[in-house]
């Protein structure tokens, strides 16, 4: 299979990378700053290890031109992909605040988060969903995060769970155009918590390694996982129901 990963330099991204390629798939990594080998060094010794099977592609979520401009590249190379993985998302809050998390609010950070972690989703599925349309098998994983849950208790992560909560409604309404308009194409579309992680931007209350989310995320896009109910599409790493 040949999938796509977002935000694929570090973290999540990078291990959907690693353990893509370790199962024999094509891989296409999609980072910002391709430029820097500092930012894609692990990328490109993946790509010594595993010649022919992984493309880094320059892309930035939030720019359309850049969105476009890689989505032509894969039609001109591969004509279509088997998996998507909207990994790429920002998170500038810490798990405690200072000061008033209202009056204090950063609006920039506020409206970054929102970009990134929602628009930017939506921009990458809507140059490449024709890709996945191209599949015989096509899934989408959209990874946002328990802290989307509407829930009356707690305030943490203002504009992260704002923005993850946003990012799990677009993804129920994509489902929902595909299963009304889409009858004749069969694609898995799913909302994914992928646990807490001991990455840069989870390190604060991490539980797991990220490479343990991968390898469950793989699990459940080669069907090793079955997800009893379709319609409950927001689950975990593990493929187990979560509220939202």
Known sequence: MIGLVTGANRGLGYEMIKEGLRRGHTMLAACRNTWDETSVGGLLKLKEQYPGSLRILEMDVTDREMAEKAALQVQQEFGH?????????????????????????????????????????????????????????ACIMNITSEAGHLSPQGYNYLAYSVSKHAANMY??????????????????????????????????????????????????????????????????????????
């Open 81 to 137: 992909i088997d998996f998507l993985v909207n990994n790429a998302g920002v998170l500038f809050e810490k798990m405690v605040m200072p000061g008033d998390a209202i009056a204090d609010l950063d609006v920039e950070k506020f409206r970054k988060t929102l970009d990134v972690n929602v628009t930017g989703t939506a921009i990458v599925l809507k140059y490449f969903i024709r890709l996945l349309y191209a599949s015989e098998d």
């Open 171 to 244: 993804t129920q309404k994509v489902r929902n155009y595909l299963a009304e308009e889409q009858t004749d194409r069969h694609m898995r579309i799913y909302m994914i918590h992928p646990g807490r992680m001991d990455t840069i931007m989870g390190k604060e209350n991490a539980q797991i390694p990220p490479s343990e989310s991968a390898a469950g995320l793989y699990d459940i896009l080669d069907r090793k996982k079955q997800i009893p109910d379709m319609d409950v599409p927001f689950i975990n790493y593990r493929g187990e129901p979560m509220p939202y």
